[in-house]
């Protein structure tokens, strides 16, 4: 595409390490379940909420539970995944994601974060990042969650930009395709299988040219 009037990035896994910390997280919660689930199946999960995370474990374990159970699994695992990004910094940021939010800040492009997740500011705040972005939307701000491209809409409005002309850099199967559905220009990163869904792939932000 031509030279981007915005970007707008997801955070697990495009921003930051953390969507190592959710598999984990959820690794305990299929052990519990006696589900099998290991990275492999990972890779359906990433970028969605966390109850349609969850009700992606019990049907990869073919398995019904009670509404309270579910409630209650949900809470623990934010309480283990909380716990286990309570000490985050700056070195869990992914390569040439700090040189990039710096240089576009320089050009006046602007940014925002499109987010399946609802810990989100928590993050963004604890890394002290939070100020490059116009708009931070979360898992918090939407009704449908990615695939759908509410997410990444909000943002495209809030900046003032339309879809076309802004780029949306994604890790997850479901955040290309909320992307694509919102008719932005769609950059898959470091995930190579998920390439094919997308307007271009990059290893790394690293390789991303303003
Ligand atoms: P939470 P993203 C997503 O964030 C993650 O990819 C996904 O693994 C996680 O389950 C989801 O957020 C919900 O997160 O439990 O913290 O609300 O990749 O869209 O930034
Ligand atoms: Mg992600």
Redesign the pocket.
Known sequence: MRKAKALIF??????VT??HN??VA?KRTADRLGINFSERE?EA??????V??LRKILEIGNKQIEENYFEEL?VE??NF??ASIAQLDRSACLPGVLNLLSKAKEEGIPMA????????KFILDRLNLSDYFQIIV???MVEH??PHPE?FLQAAEAMKVVPSESIVF???E??IKAAKAGGFYAIAVGNPNIAALADEFLESLEEFKI
Do not use: C, I, Q
Request: charged share 30%; hydrophobic share 25%; no cysteine.
């Open positions: 997801d955070l697990d896994g495009v921003v953390t969507e959710h598999f959820w990972n999960l990433k970028g969605l909420s966390r349609d995370s949900l695992k934010n995944y909380k974060v499109g987010s399946s997740s609802k810990n989100a979360d898992g918090n969650p990615k997410v994604e890790d997850a479901s955040g």
